[in-house]
């Protein structure tokens, strides 16, 4: 929960949200967190990306600041039904930026306006509506851009842009396959890109079955005692042919 810009952060995401779809529809629980990790869609899960958002970042290192309108966040979302009501889950991830004065510089957390914020939540629950809801498709608002953004975008410090989702992909709706990694026991913070690209190593490495141990079969085991006895008796013979 320390990610995000902190309790209060995240809790102000969380509360506009629910608030947003008890407008639409009051009768149904929604609810919204962020991903623990960056995931492949998970089965029964669809998936939404909201790109080109405008964000302030810090770097934790050196505390430059810098603005980008190449933020993006994804949105895992389950829509479960039932008889009495109607249950929905949202997980978001914000894609976050290094900072290109620190060499050594870890990902940072992107921070939205109270107004940016509006536009990326109702853009969402818009897309809620239209696809679990049935309602009429609506043209996403676009994010203002809200102060002067510096150069082109930084793609080598770019989360987004190190797992090929920064650009616009065609993905559909609902079992959108996402092309970034498989999820990892690793905390997102100490991902590389070698090791983020090589997303079933791991798996492998714990269950796969050892290749070098080669264990001798019934039959190669009888050719060896067969084989020791047969030494055994030539010299045997050599000794009692020379002692006569
Ligand atoms: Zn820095
Ligand atoms: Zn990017």
């Known amino acids: 929960m320390s990610r995000r810009g902190g309790y209060n952060e995240l809790q102000r995401w969380k509360e506009r949200f629910v608030l947003l779809m008890k407008e639409h529809e009051p009768q149904d629980v929604w609810a919204l967190d962020v991903s623990e990790a960056l995931n492949p869609c998970p089965h029964g899960w669809y998936q939404y990306q909201q790109r080109r958002l405008f964000a302030r970042f810090e770097c934790s290192g050196c505390s430059k600041h810098w603005n980008s309108a190449w933020s993006s966040i994804l949105f895992h979302i389950r829509f479960l039904g039932s008889w009495d009501q109607n249950q929905g ?78 650009v616009e992909t065609h993905t559909p709706w609902p079992k959108a396959k996402p092309t970034y990694p498989a999820p990892s026991m690793e905390r997102k913070e100490n991902f590389t890109r070698s090791a983020s690209f090589a997303p079933s190593t791991e798996w492998e490495r714990v269950f796969a079955r050892p290749v070098s141990v080669t264990r001798p079969t019934e039959g190669e085991e009888w050719q060896q005692i067969l084989a020791f006895l047969f030494v055994v008796i030539v010299c045997l013979l050599f000794l009692a042919s020379y002692f006569r």
């Open 89 to 166: 889950q949202v997980k978001m991830w914000m894609f976050r930026q290094k900072c290109r004065r620190c060499t050594m510089a870890r990902y940072e957390e992107p921070v939205f306006s109270e107004k940016a914020l509006e536009t990326i939540l109702h853009n969402l629950a818009w897309k809620i509506l239209e696809k679990s809801y049935g309602e009429a498709k609506r043209n996403p608002r676009p994010c203002d851009v809200e102060e002067v953004v510096e150069g082109p975008h930084d793609e080598r410090n770019c989360e987004a842009c190190q797992h090929g989702m920064c």
